[in-house]
């Protein structure tokens, strides 16, 4: 009895103390990624590049390119890491980001960077892939946002925008990090740190669905505006982003790619 209950403390101890960092990727491609997608008809690109990164030796560049005519789709060159939350978890995710030198802000032009979404084709209404939970530039400001209610039927879902959080430069490194406790009750948090500062503090709040399936962490450049309203505005249609230092884990220091 004394030994099981030294071997508790110790465990609550290391558990505590000792975070636990449960992805990681320092800018490598393929990597140990779960998965890629580009979409098909599209000139994206995903590449492991060694001229930019934030930490030696490498990062991941995203590029899109807008097809002016003949085209209606979606605009994705992302990575996927599978399995990074699912309702009940409590986690920390992070990642670096660079916009090209050259970016050009448009504002009402969006530009996704990273997102949590799972796959409801099997649900029994037009839902296909859904993300709850996204970060993206609008302008030349962060956004994000949660997703919460029903997915099906998709008038039951709803949204809590973050928006206008942070003034996002081109040509420089950005830390994102996200520590979330996923509750589909009022009993969630949301959190974002902008380069160590933070963005968002919201507690006793709904953060996700309450489907309970796997939701799996992607970032990369998706150029949603492309697509909906459907127009580019602004003369920039080839995009380019670099992603480095992507990591998952139990507390803060396991995703900050300063301190890990
Ligand atoms: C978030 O807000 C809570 C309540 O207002 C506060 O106690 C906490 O310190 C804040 N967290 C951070 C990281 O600033």
């Known amino acids: 009895m004394l030994l099981k209950t030294i071997c508790l403390a110790g465990l609550a101890t290391f558990s505590t103390v000792q975070g636990v960092q ?12 779960d998965d890629s997608y580009i979409d098909g008809k599209t000139q994206g690109t995903i590449d492991q590049v060694s001229n930019v990164w934030y930490e030696s030796p490498t990062s991941i560049k995203m590029t899109q390119t807008y097809i002016p005519s003949g085209y209606t ?3 994705h060159s992302e990575v996927h890491k599978f399995n990074a939350y699912k309702k009940g978890d409590t986690g920390f995710y992070g990642f670096m980001f660079r916009l090209s030198q050259d970016w050009q802000f448009v504002p ?19 839902e296909d892939w859904m993300p709850s939970s996204m970060i993206w530039i609008h302008g030349n400001k962060l956004q994000s946002r949660v997703r919460m209610g029903n997915v ?13 959080l942070a003034t996002v430069t081109a040509g420089e490194w950005h830390k994102v990090l996200i520590q979330a406790s996923w509750q589909s009750d009022e009993t969630g948090y949301y959190k974002i740190w902008y380069d160590d500062a933070i963005v968002v503090n919201r507690t006793k ?3 996700t669905v309450t489907d309970g399936r796997p939701f ?14 459907g127009k580019m505005l602004g003369t920039q249609g080839f995009r380019q982003v670099w992603f480095d230092e992507i990591a998952t884990g139990t507390t803060y220091k396991d995703v900050d790619p300063d301190q890990w």
């Open 108 to 126: 009402a032009q969006g530009y996704n960077l990273a997102q949590f979404i799972a796959d409801f084709t099997d649900l029994p209404c037009e």
């Open 73 to 75: 789709g979606r605009y």
């Open 216 to 229: 799996q962490f992607r970032v990369g450049l998706y150029a949603n505006s492309w697509t909906s309203p």
């Open 205 to 207: 709040i709904r953060t």
């Open 152 to 164: 099906c039927p998709t008038s039951q879902q709803e949204t809590l925008p973050f928006e206008n």
């Open 22 to 33: 449960t992805f990681s990727n320092k800018g490598t491609f393929p990597g140990n990624w």
